[in-house]
Antibody, heavy 122, light 107 residues
Framework: QITLKESGPTLVRPTQTLTLTCSFSGFSLSTSSVGVGWVRQPPGKALEWLALVFWDDRYRYRTSLRNRLTIKKDTSRNQVALTMTNMDPMDSATYYC??????????????WGQGTLVTVSS | YVLTQPPSESVAPGKTATITCGGN??????VHWYQHKPGRAPVLVLYYDTDRPSGIPQRFSGSNSGNTATLTISRVEAGDEADYYC???????????FGGGTKLTVL
């Protein structure tokens, strides 16, 4: 059974740096065709992928946020961390950690954590 | 690559709901669908156009051809009320693309 759990602050001040950690079980990030990603949903808006890390050490960042995001994996501890700098109230959202699988010609989001609500406010 | 979904759909209980996802030649892509209820984690309901993960009822089915992929929910239940998102993998940019989501209301 795959589980993912997000942890980190619920309140961040504008301009501060957000660090979220995803702790997962039921799979290994060293297994072929596996990835872990972060997806967020601002209130009333659609899902928005942020950053992905794959079993083969490839990384992908959302183009519009590339300069603010860093994703790092710790395979031995089954954790993935996301750092987002210069937080703004517009970054207030529920942040989800996800498990990705490759099938055919596509990765898809196989499992999701429960999400963590992050509010950016002074 | 852009995926276009209708913002909302409504359906009576017991009827069939059809949620579309439009994209340029999307029929040549693998489309995945997620159900998202308020306050809950999104759930994968279909992958690779038509495959259902274990635990997803057979009432959920999919098709994909031309410029439109479709999620069909038969014999709709109140518990199917949720937002539904389609997703593809943009092989050119090597990253995922989500549709804007469709809010399904069960009347």
């Amino acid at each position: 059974q795959i589980t993912l759990k997000e942890s980190g602050p619920t309140l961040v001040r504008p301009t501060q740096t957000l660090t979220l950690t995803c702790s997962f079980s039921g799979f290994s990030l060293s297994t072929s065709s596996v990835g872990v990603g972060w997806v967020r949903q601002p209130p009333g808006k659609a899902l928005e992928w942020l950053a992905l890390v794959f079993w083969d050490d490839r990384y992908r960042y959302r183009t519009s946020l590339r300069n603010r995001l860093t994703i790092k994996k710790d395979t031995s501890r089954n954790q993935v961390a996301l750092t987002m700098t210069n937080m703004d109230p517009m970054d207030s959202a529920t942040y989800y950690c996800t498990h990705l699988l490759w099938y055919g010609e596509s990765y898809y989001f196989n499992s999701w954590g429960q999400g963590t609500l992050v509010t950016v406010s002074s | 690559y852009v995926l276009t979904q209708p913002p909302s759909e409504s359906v009576a209980p017991g009827k069939t709901a059809t949620i579309t996802c439009g994209g340029n030649n999307i029929g040549s892509e693998s489309v995945h669908w997620y159900q998202h209820k308020p306050g809950r984690a999104p759930v994968l309901v279909l992958y690779y156009d038509t495959d259902r993960p274990s635990g997803i009822p057979q009432r959920f089915s999919g098709s994909n051809s031309g410029n439109t992929a479709t999620l069909t929910i038969s014999r709709v239940e109140a518990g199917d009320e949720a937002d539904y998102y389609c997703q593809v993998w943009d092989t050119g940019s090597d990253h995922p693309v989500f549709g804007g989501g469709t809010k399904l209301t069960v009347l």
